[in-house]
């Protein structure tokens, strides 16, 4: 082979590895400036089951977040089952819900999420005082 030659295939095999190289890179896609981002945690009886970040409209309600990660079943405005974990009134075993570590004292229909907020659901023995 001549030098012409060799330094030909030589470019030719870079344009190949940049082509392949740069096409195969993903860009992530901006968050529109009206959605943020709310992390879901399911416990049961303390202990993480599934967790799941989803993006919501500003001004959401912690439903909406909920039904965007999991099936979710309600009853009289409660939270009765979300995925495959249902709750048990026989038991009395019930979702229950804390935004950022916090009890709360609104349903999910009405609670409203803030960026960047952590929801947590636990399933769990309501035990009476």
């Given at each position: 082979?001549?030098f012409?030659?060799k330094?030909?295939?030589i470019?030719?095999v870079?344009?190949?590895?940049t082509l392949?190289?740069?096409?195969s890179?993903?860009?992530k896609?901006p968050?529109?400036?009206n959605?943020i981002?709310?992390?879901y945690?399911?416990?049961k009886n303390?202990?993480q ?8 409209k500003?001004?959401?309600?912690v439903l909406?977040g909920l039904?965007?990660a ?8 409660m939270?009765?089952q979300?995925?495959s974990?249902?709750?048990n009134a ?6 229950t819900?804390?935004v ?5 004292k609104k349903?999910?229909?009405q609670?409203k999420?803030?960026?960047k907020d952590?929801?947590t659901?636990?399933?769990n ?5």
């Open positions: 082979m001549t012409k030659k330094h030909f295939l470019l030719i870079l344009i190949a590895i392949v190289t740069g096409c890179q993903t860009t896609k968050t529109p400036a959605q981002r709310v992390t945690q399911l416990q303390g202990d089951i599934a967790k799941k970040s989803v993006h919501v500003k001004n959401s309600t909406a039904k965007k999991w099936t979710v079943k309600l009853q009289k405005g939270v009765t979300i995925g974990h249902k709750q026989k038991k009395n075993v019930y979702w819900y804390k950022n570590g916090k009890t709360v349903g999910v229909q609670q999420v803030k960026n952590k929801i659901f636990n399933l023995r309501y035990k009476e005082k």
